[in-house]
C-alpha cells in the first residue's frame, strides 16, 4: 500500500522516507571523480522526483525501466526541489503494488467522455464525415485506444484517457470559433479534432508507461492517422475522393510548421483555426498542469516548463495581498538553471507538440506519464 507520494515529498524535507516508486527512467553517470552514481526519474500518479543513488552501485539488485521499486532514502533539496538522495533499493512485489497508485489518468470517466464524444460525432451534419467518424469509433480497437491512451508521453494531456480530453475540448473550442466566425464549417473542424490525433493511440504505448511504438518512431501520428482514416474511407462506399483530400490536409497541416513536423502549411481557414485551436489546448494543458504538480519548494515561479520553454509564474501567489506587489524574490528562473550546471534537465523537449513547437523533429524519447511535469518526450497537441 502506497504511503508516500511524490506530491507529499515536501512535506519530508530532510527526513528520511520508504516509499515505494515506479522507474521512469534510470541512467548511470559520473560524478566529477570519475566514479558511477546511478540517477532515475521515479514518478507515481501524482507526479515525478529526481533520485540519486552516489555509492556501492554494485551492490543493488537488477531492475529497469518501468520496474517498480522501494527505495530508502533522504529527501534532499536541489534547485529548490525535493531531490532523493537513496539509500537503499528492492524491486517491489507485484502483491504490494495497486496500478491506480503510479498511473496518472483523466479525471473524467472515460465511458463518459467516449459516450460525449459519440453525440458531438452523431450532430455532424454532413453524412460522409459522419458516417466515416462514426465508422472509426465503431472500431473496438480504436475505440479502446481511444478511452485510454494519453495524448503524449509528457508534454500535454499526458495520462491515461488524456487523448479523450483533448479531443472533446478541441470540439468545444470548435463550436465556439465557429458560431463567433459564421464563415468556418463546423463539420470539419468537428471532424479535425477528433481526426487529426488519432494516430497517438498507435504511435504510442501505454500499457504501464507512456512510450513509443516501433512504428510510432518509424512514422509518427500523422502518417499513423492517416493510414487510419484511409483503412475506413475504402470501406465506405462513395466517400467524395476530394473530401478526403481536405480532411488528410487538416490532419497534415494541423502541427502548423514544416519544422513542427508538418508536411504542408493550413491552406484553408479551417485548417488555420484548427492548427491554432489545437496549440491553444495543448499549450494551456501542459501550463495547468505544471502549475498543478510543480513541486518547486518555495519562490513565485514553477521550474521550467519543458515543453514551452519558460518557468511559469504562480500569478496567485504573486498576487496575494500580503506579497506587498513588489518583485518576485527570487532570480530569474534561467539563471538558477544555469548556476547549477549539468544536473538540470535540458531545456529542450525531443519530439514535444507543444510549446516552442519545433520540438516533434527531433528523436523521440521514452517516457512516462505522470500527473503533470510537461517533459521531453513528444508534442504538445
Ligand atoms: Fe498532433
Ligand atoms: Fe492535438
Same mark, same amino acid.
Given at each position: 500500500?502506497?504511503?508516500?507520494?511524490?506530491?507529499?515529498?515536501?512535506?519530508?524535507?530532510?527526513?528520511t522516507?520508504?516509499?515505494?516508486?515506479?522507474?521512469? /527512467?534510470?541512467?548511470?553517470?559520473?560524478?566529477?571523480?570519475?566514479?558511477?552514481?546511478?540517477?532515475?526519474?521515479?514518478?507515481?500518479?501524482?507526479?515525478?522526483?529526481?533520485?540519486?543513488?552516489?555509492?556501492?552501485?554494485?551492490?543493488?539488485?537488477?531492475?529497469?525501466?518501468?520496474?517498480?521499486?522501494?527505495?530508502?532514502?533522504?529527501?534532499?533539496?536541489?534547485?529548490?526541489?525535493?531531490?532523493?538522495?537513496?539509500?537503499? !533499493?528492492?524491486?517491489?512485489?507485484?502483491?504490494?503494488?495497486?496500478?491506480?497508485?503510479?498511473?496518472?489518468?483523466?479525471?473524467?470517466?472515460?465511458?463518459?467522455?467516449?459516450?460525449?464524444?459519440?453525440?458531438?460525432?452523431?450532430?455532424?451534419?454532413d453524412?460522409?464525415?459522419?458516417?466515416?467518424?462514426?465508422?472509426?469509433?465503431?472500431?473496438?480497437a480504436?475505440?479502446?485506444?481511444?478511452k485510454?491512451?494519453?495524448?503524449?508521453?509528457?508534454? #500535454?494531456h499526458?495520462?491515461?484517457?488524456?487523448l479523450?480530453?483533448?479531443?472533446?475540448?478541441?470540439?468545444?473550442?470548435?463550436?465556439?470559433?465557429?458560431?463567433?466566425?459564421?464563415?468556418?464549417?463546423?463539420?470539419?473542424?468537428?471532424?479535425?479534432?477528433?481526426? #487529426?490525433?488519432?494516430?497517438?493511440?498507435?504511435?504510442l504505448e501505454?500499457a504501464?508507461?507512456? /512510450?513509443?511504438?516501433t512504428?510510432?518512431?518509424? !512514422?509518427? #501520428?500523422?502518417?499513423?492517422?492517416?493510414?487510419?482514416?484511409a483503412?475506413?474511407?475504402?470501406?465506405?462506399?462513395?466517400?467524395?475522393?476530394?473530401?478526403?483530400?481536405?480532411?488528410?490536409?487538416?490532419?497534415?497541416? #494541423?502541427?502548423?510548421?514544416y519544422?513542427?513536423?508538418?508536411?504542408?502549411?493550413?491552406?484553408?481557414p479551417?485548417a488555420m483555426?484548427?492548427?491554432?485551436?489545437?496549440?491553444?489546448?495543448?499549450?494551456?494543458?501542459?501550463?495547468?498542469?505544471?502549475l498543478?504538480?510543480?513541486?518547486?519548494?518555495?519562490?513565485?515561479?514553477t521550474?521550467k516548463?519543458?515543453?514551452?520553454?519558460?518557468?511559469?509564474?504562480?500569478?496567485?501567489?504573486y498576487?496575494?495581498?500580503?506579497?506587498?506587489g513588489?518583485?518576485?524574490?527570487?532570480p530569474?528562473?534561467?539563471?538558477?538553471?544555469?548556476?547549477?550546471?549539468?544536473?538540470?534537465?535540458?531545456?529542450?523537449?525531443?519530439?514535444?507538440?507543444?510549446?516552442?513547437?519545433?520540438?516533434?523533429?527531433?528523436?523521440?524519447?521514452?517516457?512516462?506519464?505522470?500527473?503533470?511535469?510537461?517533459?521531453?518526450?513528444?508534442?504538445?497537441?
Amino acid at each position: 500500500m502506497k504511503q508516500i507520494f511524490v506530491r507529499d515529498l515536501p512535506n519530508y524535507v530532510k527526513q528520511t522516507i520508504a516509499a515505494f516508486f515506479l522507474v521512469r /527512467s534510470k541512467q548511470t553517470r559520473q560524478k566529477k571523480s570519475g566514479e558511477p552514481y546511478l540517477s532515475m526519474t521515479l514518478v507515481d500518479r501524482s507526479g515525478e522526483v529526481e533520485a540519486r543513488c552516489w555509492d556501492n552501485l554494485a551492490a543493488l539488485p537488477a531492475f529497469d525501466r518501468d520496474d517498480f521499486i522501494k527505495i530508502k532514502g533522504a529527501v534532499d533539496v536541489f534547485n529548490n526541489k525535493p531531490q532523493l538522495t537513496v539509500h537503499k !533499493l528492492r524491486r517491489a512485489e507485484e502483491s504490494e503494488i495497486e496500478l491506480g497508485d503510479y498511473l496518472a489518468c483523466s479525471a473524467r470517466d472515460p465511458e463518459e467522455m467516449f459516450a460525449e464524444l459519440a453525440a458531438v460525432v452523431a450532430a455532424v451534419g454532413d453524412p460522409n464525415l459522419r458516417a466515416l467518424l462514426e465508422a472509426l469509433l465503431a472500431d473496438p480497437a480504436i475505440a479502446a485506444g481511444v478511452k485510454r491512451a494519453p495524448a503524449a508521453t509528457s508534454l #500535454h494531456h499526458a495520462y491515461l484517457g488524456g487523448l479523450l480530453e483533448h479531443i472533446l475540448s478541441l470540439c468545444g473550442l470548435c463550436r465556439v470559433v465557429a458560431a463567433h466566425y459564421g464563415s468556418l464549417n463546423l463539420d470539419l473542424l468537428v471532424a479535425a479534432a477528433v481526426l #487529426h490525433d488519432l494516430g497517438k493511440i498507435r504511435e504510442l504505448e501505454y500499457a504501464r508507461s507512456a /512510450s513509443y511504438t516501433t512504428e510510432g518512431h518509424l !512514422l509518427g #501520428h500523422i502518417v499513423l492517422g492517416l493510414q487510419m482514416m484511409a483503412e475506413k474511407t475504402v470501406a465506405l462506399p462513395g466517400f467524395p475522393p476530394r473530401l478526403r483530400a481536405v480532411l488528410e490536409h487538416l490532419v497534415v497541416s #494541423h502541427h502548423g510548421e514544416y519544422e513542427f513536423g508538418s508536411p504542408k502549411l493550413p491552406m484553408f481557414p479551417e485548417a488555420m483555426v484548427f492548427h491554432f485551436l489545437d496549440n491553444l489546448d495543448s499549450k494551456l494543458n501542459s501550463m495547468e498542469t505544471q502549475l498543478r504538480t510543480d513541486l518547486k519548494l518555495s519562490g513565485d515561479w514553477t521550474g521550467k516548463n519543458v515543453a514551452l520553454g519558460r518557468a511559469l509564474l504562480r500569478r496567485e501567489q504573486y498576487l496575494r495581498p500580503e506579497a506587498g506587489g513588489g518583485a518576485a524574490a527570487e532570480p530569474p528562473p534561467e539563471a538558477q538553471a544555469e548556476a547549477h550546471g549539468n544536473d538540470v534537465h535540458p531545456a529542450a523537449p525531443a519530439d514535444g507538440e507543444a510549446g516552442s513547437r519545433p520540438v516533434e523533429a527531433r528523436a523521440p524519447q521514452r517516457t512516462l506519464f505522470t500527473a503533470g511535469a510537461g517533459k521531453e518526450g513528444d508534442r504538445v497537441s
